[in-house]
């Protein structure tokens, strides 16, 4: 089938090259032409474990194409999928003029019929806009013989994974008002369809809230670890035991369920926040989905808070290294990433910092370009160790996760850390000689 993906972000990128190599001729459309001049030489502008390899083999083959001229990606294309970004504007209301101006394009453009469909997450009613905008343009054209579906399918991938969780999707949302289009739409869907995992077929409103209820259910189970494992550190439990304890029972899981230093990333810090504003707006009080905000907030000063209290308020004169910068492992996004909450508020009270990521370092020198004069990044973990007063862990890539402990405090000042992803045995460290803190286990080291 023939498909048009707009924008070329995360989302955008995976969709296209995922159909393409389903055998599907894609178009890929982006308005940065600089993105799309690049990627026409092949070059990701993402760090995505299996994109460049699963991107260079579907143009080589002929099935991925990139412009920047929306006329030629849905030139004879049946599928248009909207993949621009949806970035919290004033107030945490979802920003989805990118969306509109897309429509807007698409009406301007298209000959034919179009089956338009929505892969960005928008707020409820944002389909029905799309349809209004299409069908203006179309009048003002004197076009309105020609027909169009929409379609709500939200996308539910996770960077880091994001070619595994597309191509195995546990489930496939479809948001229709029309037949036909769902029968289409599960066509093309059919051989990403594997354990009986299902497509989902609803009307677009469900659809649309679908994925906010998604992420602010999966939102909620961290806040939750997050709020328990702070009642851990000063009861004296162990938030290791307690997600073992209740992540066995079946009716709870075991996934999403890990204390931590705060949820980051494009995704649940914005949609979270819009949420809220869909219930406001609707005079629904979103109480629950409130509290897993704040408490998100709380949580990223958490280590900064126990740091403060081991070396004081100020902390002139104090340097620190830093593992990890990206909101998680396996992304160099930095996106909402609870280490710019932490690190400035370290650059704020006086202290230097050293930083290591295995990818984020150059998107993490654009978030920091204002303070560059006092982080200085390293390109080996070690480097960041050296002559440091504690080590920060922010970010669980896997390389982190079994360091040499005789090296570690032999190059810092003191053997202090502070490790915001739980990555290591409480008892083992404090066994090596290690001051060592972290998230709801705190009780084996006071
Ligand atoms: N990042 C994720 O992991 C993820 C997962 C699921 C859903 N989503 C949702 O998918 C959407 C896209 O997210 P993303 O992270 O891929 O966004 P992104 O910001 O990384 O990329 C968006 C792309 O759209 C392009 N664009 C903007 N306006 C355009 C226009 N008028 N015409 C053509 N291109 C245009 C931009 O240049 C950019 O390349 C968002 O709504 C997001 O919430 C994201
Ligand atoms: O037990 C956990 C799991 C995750 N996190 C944090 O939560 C954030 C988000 O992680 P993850 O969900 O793995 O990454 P995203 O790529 O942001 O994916 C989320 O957001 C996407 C965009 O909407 C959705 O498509 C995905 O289904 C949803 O998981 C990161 O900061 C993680 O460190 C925790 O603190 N504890």
Request: charged share 25%.
């Amino acid at each position: 089938m023939n498909i048009c993906v707009i924008g070329t972000g995360y989302v955008g990128l995976i969709t296209g090259t995922c159909f393409a190599d389903m055998g599907n001729k894609v178009w890929c459309v982006d308005i940065d032409a600089q993105k799309i001049k690049k990627l026409k030489q092949g070059k990701i502008p993402i760090y995505e474990p299996g994109l460049q390899e699963l991107v260079t083999k579907n143009m080589q083959e002929g099935r991925l194409e990139f412009t920047s001229a929306i006329k030629d990606g849905i030139k004879d294309a049946l599928f248009c999928f909207i993949a621009v970004g949806t970035p919290t504007g004033i107030d945490g209301v979802a920003d989805i003029s990118a969306i509109q101006a897309v429509a807007n394009k698409i009406s301007i453009n298209m000959d034919k019929y179009l089956i338009i469909v929505n892969k960005s997450t928008v707020p409820v009613g944002t389909a029905s806009q799309i349809r209004n905008i299409i069908k203006e343009q179309l009048k003002a054209r004197k076009r309105e013989d020609l027909e169009f579906d929409i379609v709500s399918n939200p996308e539910f991938l996770k960077e880091g994974a994001a070619i595994e969780d597309f191509m195995h999707p546990d489930r496939i949302v479809i948001g229709t008002d029309n037949i036909r289009t769902a029968e289409l739409m599960k066509q093309l869907y059919e051989p990403f369809v594997r354990n009986q995992n299902p497509i989902l077929i609803m009307d677009i409103t469900s659809a649309e809230l679908t994925k906010y209820a998604a992420n602010a259910m999966l939102a909620t189970r961290i806040s939750f670890m997050n709020e328990m494992a702070r009642l851990c550190d000063q009861v004296g439990g162990d938030i290791a035991h307690v997600r073992l304890g209740i992540g066995t029972d079946r009716r709870i899981g075991m996934p999403f369920l890990y204390a931590g230093a705060g949820y980051g990333g494009s995704c649940f810090p914005k949609d979270v926040k819009a949420i809220i504003n869909t219930g406001s707006e609707n005079g629904v009080s979103m109480d629950i989905i409130a509290a897993v905000e704040k408490v998100n907030e709380n949580q990223k000063y958490y280590l900064v808070e126990m740091l403060l209290k081991r070396f004081g308020e100020d902390l002139t004169g104090k340097k620190f290294g830093v593992w990890g910068l990206a909101f998680k492992p396996q992304t160099d996004d930095m996106r909402e990433a609870p280490s710019i909450v932490i690190i400035r508020e370290l650059l704020f009270r006086g202290a230097t910092v050293t930083a290591y990521d295995p990818e984020a370092i150059e998107q993490a020198k654009k978030v920091f370009a204002d303070c560059e004069q006092h982080i200085q990044y390293v390109d080996d973990s070690k480097k960041a160790i050296q002559n440091v007063d504690a080590l920060i862990v922010i970010t669980e890539w896997r390389q982190f996760r079994q360091p040499d402990l005789n090296e570690l405090k032999c190059h810092m000042k003191s053997p202090i850390i502070f490790d915001g992803r739980n990555q290591y045995k409480p008892n083992i460290m404090k066994e090596n000689g290690f001051e060592y803190y972290c998230i709801g286990r705190n009780c084996f080291v006071k």
